[in-house]
DNA sequence: GCTAGTTTTTGACTATGAGTCGTAAACCTG
DNA sequence: CAGGTTTACGACTCATAGTCAAAAACTAGC
């Protein structure tokens, strides 16, 4: 599944079945493993139908999911994975694929609304523990950007003032020197960041219950 | 995948193969899925025959694996399960089948070295913001007790002070209001408590950047 | 070029959670 | 009852996080 900031939300590429088990409901790309073919592989190239996956900036696994109710007809297995695309990016998609808030789900097939749901979870989780951002904010942004990411992302109001000061301290986040005019009606130009890495990193400061010396 | 903490220190149930593909290496539980099984059905079914499944306290989905090196001759996935015994407890085991450290496994099967360690790291991180100690102690514990399953699964000091001041601040623990005498040599006698929840819990205070009013 | 309006940055202040350490409490043995 | 042992408690310090208001740096209009 790709999830993307758009519009100031969270959102879902979902594809609207043309066929019969849950017809005209909304599924997550996805299909059938090839013999020999890697989980990863495979999923890429499902993917690929539906979105450019040059654009998928991360991706990992999420969890097998069987015991749900699934297709009532057939046994199967079905692995999700979580793919994230950089805020502005606007992938060009199929005809029946669309964008859909999280928080807003049309009816969906399978279990696939529960899943997005965990995914969601998952998220943000990994933005308040690790730098996962990277893989939301743009290559480079003010700090005005990076918070409306994180506001739609986590679902709650986010100081830029602490944002900054919790992601600078934590060495996620670093200036580029640069400045960027903010909008048209004036004011202070803004400083631009950047994410120190772009491979994904637990945060240290795990530091629960672990002795300063 | 079973894990304890036994005589201080993190360890891991594993069986000694006997048959061709990895002979004589130790090897995580498990087998084949069958026709309509659910995959944690057919866990809890091949659990079974290295030990009594009825102590394992929780049981979580750790991640699916068919893209690194296990057996050369057939292409297949494996979903690896990640379970957790009392402190305490010792369950009857097979012939072929003992505990070994985490932190000093002996020559392992296919990717099995490297799915316990991710394992070990998944339990450090819910250690530190969940309550998943409840699966490791034994129902009722001293702090000192307590003390030891912490050192031995997050592999660093743990101030008993703190730990106490932590897990009671976060609600996590909570006394039991009995005493109980300490060791034959004497001293105060400790107070006893339990895990508040016996289901896994995320502790809220992942108040990373969320505003406080 | 000056003023008003806008947006961002900065720093001071506060609150809270966590780590350390010394001392008191509560027990044992001889 | 004295000395040894283990646990609990409280005071202190430090680090991180959240709030707020003022300063800085710009645009637009007059």
Chains 1, 2 share one sequence.
Do not use: C
């Amino acid at each position: 599944m790709v999830l993307q900031v758009r519009a100031g939300a969270l959102q879902v590429l979902l594809w609207q079945r043309a066929r019969h088990p849950w017809r005209d409901a909304w599924a997550l790309p996805g299909g059938l493993l090839e013999e020999g073919e890697t989980l990863e592989a495979s999923i890429r190239r499902h993917l690929a139908a539906k979105v450019d996956v040059r654009e998928v900036s991360h991706l990992e696994q999420l969890g097998t999911y069987g015991d749900s109710r699934r297709d009532p007809e057939v046994w199967e297995l079905a692995t999700a994975y979580l793919g994230l695309v950089q805020l502005g990016l606007d992938p060009h998609v199929p005809q029946d694929t669309r964008w859909h808030p999280v928080d807003d789900l049309p009816p969906t097939a399978f279990d696939h609304g529960a899943i997005v749901l965990a995914a969601r979870e998952r998220l943000r989780g990994k933005l308040s523990y690790s730098n996962a951002g990277f893989a939301l904010a743009p290559p480079t942004f003010t700090l005005a950007e990076l918070r409306e990411v994180y506001v739609a992302a986590l679902g709650h109001e986010v100081s830029a003032t602490n944002l900054r000061r919790v992601l600078e301290r934590r060495a996620v986040i670093e200036p580029t020197g640069e400045r960027r005019p903010s909008g048209s009606a004036g004011g202070r130009p803004a400083e631009v960041f950047r994410f120190r890495d772009t491979q994904l990193a637990i945060t240290d400061p795990f530091a629960a219950l672990r002795p300063r010396r």
